[in-house]
């Protein structure tokens, strides 16, 4: 039996997926993070002080396919919907993510 999908493909990312994977980060001082899909704030809640955070959300208006800011930075850490991860992932990679940057 088949399980409906959720609205808006809203599937929240577990605190302990992503106190593990803020592990495996090595954060750099002065760096830009950004969460393209903020959802209820459990990336960007558990994300280091002492960093410029930028976000997206749909459901507060924030659009990250169309920003009407710049969302560029040196860390994006998301969990997009799965509907759209390809369009997430190539604009991360094409727009947003810093030469040398990190994106997961």
Excluded: Q
């Excluded at 280091?48 to 396919?65: F, M, N």
């Amino acid at each position: 039996m088949a399980k409906e999908r959720i609205e808006r493909d809203f599937y929240p990312t577990p605190s302990w997926c992503v106190k593990a994977l803020l592990d495996c980060i090595e954060f750099r001082e002065g760096d830009v993070i950004s969460e393209p899909c903020r959802g209820d704030g459990r990336i960007t809640n558990e994300l280091p002080s002492g960093h410029t955070i930028k976000y997206a959300e749909l459901a507060e208006g924030i659009d990250y396919l169309n920003p009407k800011k710049d969302m560029s930075a040196d860390v994006i850490i998301t969990n997009p919907p799965f509907s759209l991860a390809l369009e997430f992932i190539a604009t991360a990679m094409t727009r947003d993510l810093r030469h040398d940057g990190t994106m997961c």
